[in-house]
């Protein structure tokens, strides 16, 4: 898996998390994933390019299709 590739599924898997946590919010802002990866902008675009994040006020949120991709992806 490729740099970018591993960047996203990283991204994903927090914004899944914070999703399971708190349901009906679940938002975490773009300064909260920069410490997860170096810099998060390409692969916070891509995702929300594919449907599977929407972004608002700087905030990202886990979409239901996100949600199905990622666990779909840790049952493979």
């Given at each position: 898996?490729n740099?970018?590739?591993k960047?996203?599924?990283?991204?994903?898997?927090?914004?899944y998390e914070a999703?399971?946590t708190?349901?009906?919010?679940?938002?975490?802002f773009?300064?909260?994933?920069?410490?997860?990866?170096?810099?998060?902008?390409?692969p916070?675009?891509?995702?929300?390019?594919?449907g599977?994040?929407?972004?608002?006020?700087q905030?990202y949120?886990?979409?239901?299709?996100g949600?199905?991709?990622?666990?779909?992806?840790?049952?493979?």
């Amino acid at each position: 898996m490729n740099e970018n590739a591993k960047n996203r599924a990283i991204l994903l898997q927090a914004l899944y998390e914070a999703r399971e946590t708190y349901p009906s919010k679940g938002w975490k802002f773009e300064h909260e994933l920069r410490g997860l990866v170096a810099e998060p902008a390409f692969p916070l675009e891509i995702l929300k390019e594919q449907g599977y994040i929407e972004a608002r006020n700087q905030g990202y949120r886990i979409t239901a299709k996100g949600v199905l991709a990622f666990e779909a992806a840790e049952q493979a």
